[in-house]
């Protein structure tokens, strides 16, 4: 069994663009685990190997891979950066242990770089910070360091390592603890050499601030800090580990991830500073799905084995590929474990490490790593496998809300079953992308997070399954109700010659209160209309509701009663008077004051403090109703009953508003009577359709 104190499995996040796959690539390289350097600009990456990804020249997926360091092996996820697909990154941090958090030492801290530091501080991950492209034009490593420390605050960050001159003159950094210079080389090697003179008073203020800041964190140490004596290297380095661990310090480094500067600094700093599985805090179970998390899962190879699968991919050849960090356990090929979720057993052959795009068999596999499984009938993301006869459950998070949605069919017609196949395939490897009818408007809808993470969907599809999609706006589920009362009669009278039609119903209708739906009352007496009769009579009504009267759509909130009528002994039918029914109803309905009414949304808004008066103007500008606003931390959230209608391109207009940094959910309120402009479109919609038909 491997000595799992020499495991590190850790994630890398950051906004689209600063540098994380680069910075894997270089790890890599540095390694020797690949033999050339891997560019995500020249499309050669070891870890953005989809067509999508190298069309865009960004990660789209999470990809996984490991390297050895120093007698310790490292297993590492580059996640993705881009709005569009945090959901990906959010669920792969439930697998690891640490971080590396990167900013851009230009474009400093952006949206998705706070995204995925609030989902490390949701799961307590320890982190270190890489200010990462120092290389570039403008890098300001100071001014950078400012932007984090004000936009984050624990853990704290603070340099542990100071750069080396900035833009081309980036050469290498200063160990701030053991005050040791690196100069780097073309290959990225580094050698020891003099601080630079014009340096020495910064690092020796840049070292005294990292004293204080560890010192903050360890109460002996403070003692000795405030009465002058001396603290040793050792000593410091045990603390800050400690203070890593604990979510009170993120150690700050520079870095140039393309020229390799750094690289292997930032290595040290993973194996020394961030938890094994060992150090971490213990995963949390419950004996049952339904039960309390009260069980710590010690990270113990002889242990039963348990796991959570944390992301899944599926290949019209290959299969379905599962992906899975054990926490408990040794998993060996050739044997099986228990979905705890859905209560059915599990057997496979091959177990597999992951190395990019390929896989690469392994004999045995235990805490901390993170290994892949084929061809699994029933689980999927989130699900707990486990030791049959020691089951746990694991509780997964649940995945982001969808936040644009689109009627989609077929380009090619006789394709729909392959589309919608397809599209379902795609579901269980993206469990953010929904696949839902309307049964209203008759439209499949494909909801996603935004109109990149739908295009890209839609070329996988078109690349895996061979079949082209088409996107539309969905249509709005409008209603049609009442607001008067009339009383009228349907009187349904035909004659061919032999057998004739005769049905006759008098109806009074009536508004019912919004959301009550529909109620049919017979106040049949004397026998006018028969028994047999009276059910053909609200089926008709039935279905003329479901029809519609003015705009095609469905009729609510109103009470039918039958309270009069006529048959023929003869003539009379069931046809008859459903026919009769139904012009009752439509007739009726026309002297009701009859409106359109609209589906209102719950618009949840979160964004930093300074954008909230324009997102509350715009929001009002869309007909919304504010419900209040709440504070947390920098953020606002802003609650709003909002009309569907007014919300169907939200999403770009949102992101364009507050640069990226802004989120919404949407569900369902209810429905309430539409203004008199939606109305006239909505009917004058209709009649052009109405007049074809």
Known sequence: MKDVAKQRTIALISHGGSGKTSLAEGFLYLTKTTSRLGSVAEGTSVLDFEPEEIKRKSSLNSAFHSFPWKKNQITFVDTPGGENFLNDARTVLQGVDGAVVLVDAVDMVKVSTEKGWAFS???????????????????????????????FSLPKAIPVATPIGAENSFVGLIDLLRQKAYFYDAAGQAKEGPIPADQTERV??????????????????????????????????????????????????????????????????????????????????????????????????????????????????????????????????????????????????????LEGKAQKAVEEAGPGDVVAVAKLKTTLTGDTIADEANPVFFKAAKPMEPVVSFAVEAKAKGDEEKVFAAINKMTVEDVTLRLTRNNQTKEMILSGMGQVHLDAILEKIKRKYGVEVVLKAPKVAFKETIKGRAKVQGKYKKQTGGKGQYGDAVIELEPLPRGEGFIFEDKIVGGVIPRQYIPAVEKGVIEAMAGGVISGNPVVDCKVALVFGSYHDVDSSEMAFKIAGSMAFKKAFLECQPTILEPIMLLTVTVPDEFMGDVMGDVSSRRGKLLGTESHGKRQIINAHVPQIELLSYSPVLTSMTGGRGSFSLEFAHYDEAPSQVRERVIAEFKPQEEKE
């Open 204 to 353: 020796a203020a840049d070292r005294e601030k990292l004293i204080e800041a560890i010192a903050e964190t360890d109460d002996v140490l403070l003692e000795k800090f405030l009465e002058g004596q001396d603290i040793t290297d050792a000593e410091l380095e045990k603390a800050l580990k400690a203070a890593v661990f604990s979510g009170q310090i993120a150690p700050v480094a520079p870095a140039a991830s393309q020229k390799l500067i750094g690289l292997d600094f930032i290595l040290d700093l993973i194996i020394g500073l961030l938890p094994s599985p060992l150090d971490r805090q213990p995963f949390l179970a419950a004996r049952a799905i339904d039960g309390p998390l009260e069980l710590e899962k010690a990270p113990d190879p002889a242990a039963p084995f348990s796991a959570l699968v944390i992301k899944t991919t599926v290949d019209p050849f290959a299969g379905q590929l599962t992906i899975f960090r054990i926490v408990s356990g040794t998993l060996t090929p050739d044997s099986g474990f228990l979905n705890v979720n859905r209560g059915q057993k599990e057997r496979f052959g091959q177990l597999f490490a």
């Open 121 to 151: 501080d949701a799961l307590s991950l320890p982190r270190l910070l890489v200010i990462n492209k120092m290389d570039r034009e403008r890098a300001d490593f100071d001014k950078t360091l400012d932007n984090v420390q004000e936009i």
